[in-house]
């Protein structure tokens, strides 16, 4: 399917929920109430459906790993019967989100939206670079609670909250966007979707290093955490001004 193609199906499609995600019986529930199939599934046995549901944790984790070509919703709250209905009528298209891989002495995750360092006490300021490989210099230096790089497809979640700006699907780039900076006027950067390092030079408090939400591991001071273009995943975006 090429990239941000309508689908066009005579049939509904066949639904899969990954049973590892939190509240899977009840969207399964709702797509059968609007008149559709849906079973649990595993990321091992998703081959056999048309479409793939995964609540946002653990389960989007599994997918970004798994090296699918079925379309994915990432799900944040409940389906909606609107929603479902949506679905079943191929009302949506299909977009290759890029992933990150995300790369430390403790082993590699992947992303689909954003990766974050941050301190975990409340309030606590550590210090952080950017950097890319073959510079001189880093690209930026800075005193903040954390720091939060996303993909286009993350730009509106928590950064964008945090002040950083919302990147149109498609654009080959990642943000970077300081967490309760120490300067009145922080900057945020638009780099290349390309080779990227988050190092933290300083720390006042435990640094920790998030995935997609998820806590991976505790970055010590001097370590470098290095993001990598890692392929893409077919993601499902909706009509009618439906959140992805």
Not at 45 to 66: F, K, M, Q, S, W
Not at 97 to 114: F, K
Not at 148 to 170: D, E, L, N
């Amino acid at each position: 399917m090429s990239d941000g193609e309508t689908v066009d199906r005579g049939e509904r499609p066949d639904i899969g929920v990954l049973v590892s995600a939190d509240g899977a019986a009840d969207v399964v529930e709702t797509v059968r109430a609007t008149g559709g199939v849906a079973e649990t599934t595993t990321v091992e046995t998703i081959d056999g459906t048309d479409l793939v549901i995964a609540p946002a944790g653990d389960a989007i984790a599994e997918l970004v790993t798994a090296d699918t070509t079925i379309p994915v919703l990432p799900l944040t709250d409940d389906l909606r019967p609107e929603t479902a209905e949506r679905l079943l009528d191929g009302r949506y298209t299909v977009t290759e989100r890029p992933l990150v891989a995300v790369e430390t002495d403790g082993g590699i995750a992947h992303a689909l939206s954003d990766v974050t360092l941050a301190t975990a006490a409340a309030a606590t300021i550590s210090e952080f670079s950017l950097d890319r490989p073959n510079r001189n210099t880093p690209i930026a230096r800075f005193r903040a609670d954390g720091v939060v790089v996303t993909t286009p497809a993350g730009s509106r979640g928590y950064a964008h909250a945090a002040g950083g700006p919302i990147v149109a699907p498609g654009s080959d780039v990642l943000t970077a966007v300081p967490i309760s900076p120490f300067a009145t006027d922080p900057d945020h950067w638009v780099v290349p979707l390309a080779d990227l390092s988050l190092t933290v030079e300083r720390d006042d408090a435990d640094v920790e290093l998030l995935v997609d939400g998820r806590t991976v591991e505790t970055v010590e001071p001097g370590a470098t955490v290095e993001l990598v273009r890692a392929g893409t995943l077919p993601v499902v975006s909706l009509h009618d001004g439906d959140r992805e």
